[in-house]
């Protein structure tokens, strides 16, 4: 079958507008975002406006990030996915025959077409062209905590000490805008933030780090030689001009505002100088660029935009606002690379570019930077949060398929605002939405001036207990979530994924975009519902294990919860199973076949990192499983092309585990290995030997089938471990 037939309706190729057709071979399409709604989307006569947009997400919007790529499943399990490289305003309308338009208002038909033949060989294809992932720190992937309204260092400063108390994992405090002098980027109020830098230094001290927001428009209202980062950027000429050749101005949070144009390499070297010198006054740790598609708080322009082709274009898409300029810069605007009209949708992108060169530069570790604005391609330098998300049951509930959608885009490092951004939050909602939220790869409970506090220790202690249970499973599962970033970085893999990805021959999986899967193993069936103790979740086939029968908190520094309740395994032959689910409980599954690291939790990773290991194994029926653990020191440069690392991988067979050496070197060599949790061991074994000791203190569960083996075994040695 042809991927791409394009005889369905005629091509137009006009100076302003360009339409491109193709009739589909399913009406089973994903992608095309940013968009809130499922991850499979209706070809209805669905009209998707791709124009980034400061905008809380609502259905049928275009919201803060362009990418014009699909993915097609088809009958047997096949797919195929098309990328149209065009950063022009654009309509995507969706058509029951199936069929597909394309309707750009400029640039040129660059189509890529991918041919899978699976959907796992689609995304890898697609991040082949636009970029593979960045790697994260691993501090990145522990809990980050935010609100707008911190308006003090004792306030920030109290707040993680109430954490610390509250005895919950805090990685990376941030700051919103209360931090800044008059809003300004790249300066800090002396009144509330006067020992701002001593307080990043504390935050260092107790093993964490620190994020501040930076937007990248620059304020231009004081008199000349008032604010370094304007007068050098009007020196370098780095900002957006108007059709007179001076700088633009808009208005954003400090006022009247210019903005720098990152297709210009002088504004790169700008943007780097000004990260570091703020950087050597105050040692933060990663940045947070928000308002950047751009944003404006006023159309086009304080004085307006000119009247012409660009302004007012024959072909306006669905657009909020009606016009081009609606809450951003005019399109006729001047940058180096072309107009504003051309490169609106890459502006995210190249700041984000820009600010993990300048992070590089300034701290010569790994960078760590979350946008809010994204375009094909953003994963290579940023993550992304989906902004701002209402304090809901609805969004709570559509946090799920946007996750999923942006790891098929090569944009793993991404989650919403926990517990909600705006409104206030219900506590039942807060723990749904925090036991969820262990399961983004990127975890920040965030919220708005305006709505009430909703850190984990506002709350009652049963719904702090349930908090903490999910937080210690999130940092118990950490090393294996940082494996999967490897997978992503290295070879184009998702870390969350959609159960298509995973088992395409299931036409069962092709819709389902309220649980996900993280990597290959791990199936999370969250409570997305208010009042609600059962879940009903699609399990392909196959046997998936209870993964809370695999206690590690004992191997950590946090105050273990109570114990679970024993749970079956789960066999399936493909189909929806309705689970148990308390207020204190999220579903979490291991999938047969598999084997994942785990390791004691603590109150940041710092402290996790230290932790002795445990290994998870999950039997098949014919006693077979297989992991994987990738291990560096988090956070260097180059550590795999260094060779800096170590990589294992764990095989079990036979009544058999052992460890291959792939490659060790470093802090790897030195992890120590103290439990293994054997899942699916039909009968009691009568001996266990770890390294040719026989293991006399070994439990084994005839109930749940698991066999409990304590060892004490260096990870970078090899072992062997066996029952009979």
């Known amino acids: 079958m042809c991927r791409l037939n394009t005889t369905v309706a005629p091509l137009f190729f006009a100076d302003q507008f360009l339409q491109l057709s193709t009739s589909l071979p399913s009406q089973h399409i994903t992608g095309l975002a940013e968009h809130l709604g499922p991850l499979m989307l209706s070809t209805n006569w669905t009209k998707i406006t791709l124009w980034n947009r400061d905008i809380a997400p609502v259905p049928d919007v275009n919201l803060y990030g362009s990418h014009p790529f699909y993915l097609a499943l088809e009958d047997g399990g096949l797919a195929h996915g098309v990328f149209l490289l065009n950063s022009n305003a654009m309509d995507v309308v969706l058509q029951p025959s199936p069929a597909l338009s394309w309707r750009s208002t400029g640039g040129i038909l660059d189509v890529y077409v991918f041919l899978g033949p699976d959907p796992k060989s689609v995304v890898r294809q697609y991040l082949d062209i636009v970029g593979y992932p960045f790697m994260p720190p691993y501090w990145g992937l522990g809990f980050h905590l935010c609100r707008w309204g911190y308006s003090s260092t004792a306030i920030t400063r109290q707040v993680v000490e109430n954490m610390t ?62 604010y370094r980062p304007y007068d050098e950027g009007l020196r370098r000429r780095v900002f957006i001009t108007n059709e007179t050749g001076q700088p633009l101005i808009g208005k954003v949070w400090p006022g009247p505002t210019a903005f720098p144009d990152f297709t210009n390499p002088e504004t790169l070297d700008w943007w780097q100088d000004m990260v570091a010198e703020f950087h050597a006054q105050v040692p933060f740790d990663g940045m947070w660029i928000d308002m950047n598609e751009p944003s404006n708080f006023v159309k086009g322009s304080v004085d307006g935009c000119p009247a012409n082709d660009l302004e007012n274009p024959p072909y306006v898409p669905g657009v909020a606002g009606g016009t081009l300029r609606a809450a951003t810069i005019c399109a006729s605007s001047r940058q180096l690379l072309s107009t504003h009209y051309n490169l609106h949708n890459l502006y995210g992108l190249t700041e984000a570019a820009a600010s993990h060169r300048a992070l590089v530069k300034a701290r010569g570790t790994r960078p760590f930077v979350i946008s809010r604005s994204t375009f094909a391609g953003h994963g290579q330098y940023a993550g992304h949060w989906t902004g701002d998300v209402q304090s809901s049951w609805e969004q709570l509930s559509s946090s799920v398929p946007e996750i999923l959608l942006f790891n098929l885009l090569g944009v793993p490092l991404v989650g919403a605002d926990v517990c909600g951004f705006l409104g206030d939050t219900s506590e039942e909602l807060c723990v749904r939405w925090t036991q969820l939220g262990a399961f983004y790869p990127f975890m920040r409970n965030h919220n708005d001036l305006h709505s009430q506090p909703q850190e984990p220790y506002r709350f009652s202690e049963a719904a702090q207990q349930a908090m903490r249970k999910a937080l210690a499973l999130r940092y118990a599962l950490l090393p294996h979530l940082y494996t999967l970033f490897l997978g992503a970085h290295a070879r184009g893999e998702t870390v969350a994924r959609p159960l298509f990805l995973e088992f395409p021959e299931d036409p069962g999986t092709w819709t389902v975009d309220r649980q996900l899967l993280w990597g290959e193993a791990l199936l999370v069936t969250p409570v997305l519902e208010a009042g609600k103790v059962e879940v009903t979740g699609y399990f392909p086939s196959g046997t998936w294990y209870d993964l809370q029968t695999v206690p590690v908190e004992a191997l950590g520094s ?58 998870a194994v999950a039997l098949t029926r014919s006693g077979e499983a297989r992991g994987e653990l990738f291990w560096d020191d988090g956070e260097s440069l180059g550590a795999l092309e260094r060779g800096a690392y170590t990589q294992l991988v764990f095989l079990a067979r036979n009544n058999t585990i052992v460890n291959e050496l792939v490659h060790v070197t470093g802090e790897g060599a030195g992890l120590q290995l103290r439990k293994v949790t054997v899942l699916g061991v039909a009968t009691a074994p009568q001996q266990v030997v770890s390294n040719g000791v026989p293991v006399s203190n070994f439990t084994y569960n005839p109930d749940s089938q698991t066999l409990a083996i304590p060892v004490s075994l260096a990870l970078g040695e090899q072992f062997l471990i066996s029952w009979s």
Do not use: C
């Open 558 to 615: 946090l105050p273990p919860p109570p114990p679970a309740p024993l749970k079956s395994a789960v066999h399936s032959k493909g189909q929806w199973v309705t689970l148990s689910a308390p207020l204190d409980t999220i579903n979490l599954h291991l999938r047969a076949g598999h084997i994942i690291p785990l390791q004691g939790p603590g109150l940041s990773t710092t402290e996790s990192r230290k932790q002795p290991m445990a290994l």
């Open 165 to 226: 108390r509250a005895h919950f994992p805090l990685d990376v405090q941030w700051n919103d805008l209360d931090y800044m002098d008059a809003k300004r980027d790249f300066t800090f109020n002396k009144d509330g933030f006067g020992d701002f830098p001593a307080m990043v230094q504390e935050l260092h001290q107790s093993g964490r780090r620190y994020v501040m927001i930076v937007d990248p428009a620059i304020s231009s209202a004081g008199p000349p030689g008032s």
